[in-house]
């Protein structure tokens, strides 16, 4: 089995085809705008129904639906930490986001997951700092696992958000 590979592509995350897309949630589960929004809507409302089976979700950690109307078998609902400077603990909470949705993934045989950029919007995290975090851990993670994942993908849904995450590859 050759090495699993970390990509990084411009796009909707909706529309890709993988075992299991993560989704930057909050802690309620319940939906909410931005990449949440839009897996909700691609998802349709069976997400939902499963989502408030779930009793919520603790920042930084991650729970698993089903990915019903989406091409994903699998939607990783994992809540951002929300930037307050920094000194919050936020960059081990945004590493325990990617951590534990690569944790849920592995535990239900999905071998390709993407991940769109995790806090980064309304929460506003930097990105130059989201960026290297999240690379790290994913590669940390693989690293580990190197026989049980095909590819890892972020999937930017701006020219800057790939730029960084290009960056962050190319340095890490
Ligand atoms: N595909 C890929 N990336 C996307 C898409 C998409 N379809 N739509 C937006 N993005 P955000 P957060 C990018 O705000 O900062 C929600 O209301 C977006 O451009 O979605 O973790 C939740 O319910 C940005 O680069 O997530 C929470 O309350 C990145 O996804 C809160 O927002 C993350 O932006 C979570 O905030």
């Known amino acids: 089995m050759s090495k699993p590979v970390i990509q990084v592509t411009l796009g909707d995350i909706t529309t890709v085809e993988a075992d299991a897309i993560a989704n930057a949630a909050n802690t ?39 990915g019903y109307h989406l091409p994903a078998k699998y939607v990783l609902h994992t809540p951002g930490p929300i930037w307050h400077g920094g000194g919050q603990g936020e960059p081990a909470l ?12 592995l535990a239900h045989g999905c071998r390709t997951v ?8 309304v929460y506003h ?8 975090i999240a690379v790290k851990t994913v590669r940390a993670f693989l690293t580990e696992h190197p026989e049980d994942f095909d590819w890892v993908r ?7 958000s790939r730029a960084a995450y290009e960056l962050a590859l190319a340095d890490n």
Request: glycine share 14%; proline share 5%.
């Open 114 to 121: 993407a991940f769109p950029s995790i806090s980064t919007g």
């Open 154 to 160: 972020f999937v930017c849904f701006d020219e800057t």
């Open 28 to 66: 309620s589960l319940l939906g909410g705008g931005g990449v949440d929004g839009a897996i909700h809507r691609a998802a349709g409302p069976e997400l939902l129904a499963e989502c408030r089976t779930l009793h919520g979700c603790e920042t930084g950690k991650a729970k698993i639906t089903k």
């Open 94 to 105: 945004l590493a325990g986001c990617y951590r534990s949705c690569l944790e849920l993934a």
């Open 125 to 132: 995290f930097p990105l130059n700092l989201a960026a290297p």
